[in-house]
Antibody
């Protein structure tokens, strides 16, 4: 069974950092683009970033460019999102997704003083 | 500005059919395929349709998708109470160099 499990969410003050992880299982992780998408509770979906199969190429939404870094460890079947200089508006549920088709259950990030 | 526009709400009674639209531009829907997602209350989004009109395994054929020019549509026939959810369209966008989601349509089954 294809499964994506996010972790690493929590509460952090503005300006702080957090690293999210997404553990993948049930498929050949190294064969797929992977994405992070976020959603403020009660609001719509917003794409954050994507990374190619071997980690050599990544794209970011303008709102996070220069602050967030996506990476992956294919040996560990794990996707990461390093989030620095966090802002109040980064508060959201963060989902990882395989090819935008299969989604995890999400992890909540709250940025507040 | 790149935007995918969806009506905020739709409603119908059980057994009826309903259609929801997703309007974009040449930088997204006009040149790329559309995915549709269903998000039931309190759960993660689930892929409902990909490549405009392809249903993933397990999605009932009551759901259908189409695309014409810079717009796409999702149709649901034989509406059931469990179809009450938020529905989002999405497409790659050249201007953003990233994926773009619509604002979502909240479907109410009366």
């Amino acid at each position: 069974e294809v499964q994506l499990v996010e972790s690493g969410g929590g509460s952090v003050q503005p300006g702080g950092s957090l690293r999210l992880s997404c553990a993948a299982s049930g498929f050949i992780f190294s064969s797929y683009w992977m994405h992070w998408i976020r959603q403020v509770p009660g609001k719509g979906l917003v794409w954050v970033s994507r990374i190619n199969e071997d980690g050599s190429s990544a794209n970011y939404a303008d709102s996070v460019k220069g602050r967030f870094t996506i990476s992956r460890d294919n040996a560990k079947n794990t996707l990461y999102l390093q989030m620095n200089s966090l802002r109040d508006e980064d508060t959201a549920i963060y989902y990882c997704a395989r090819n935008t088709h299969v989604w995890g259950q999400g992890t909540m990030v709250t940025v507040s003083s | 500005q790149s935007v995918l526009t969806q009506p905020p709400s739709a409603s119908a009674t059980p057994g009826q059919g309903v259609s929801m639209s997703c309007s974009g531009s040449t930088s997204n829907i006009g040149n790329y395929s559309v995915n549709w997602y269903q998000q039931l209350p309190g759960t993660a989004p689930k892929l409902l349709m990909y490549s405009n009109n392809q249903r993933p395994s397990g999605v009932p054929d009551r759901f259908s998708g189409s695309k014409s020019g810079t717009s796409a549509s999702l149709a649901i026939s034989g509406l059931q109470s469990e179809d009450e959810a938020d529905y989002y369209c999405a497409s790659w966008d050249d201007s953003l160099n990233g994926w773009l989601f619509g604002g979502g349509t909240k479907l109410t089954v009366l």
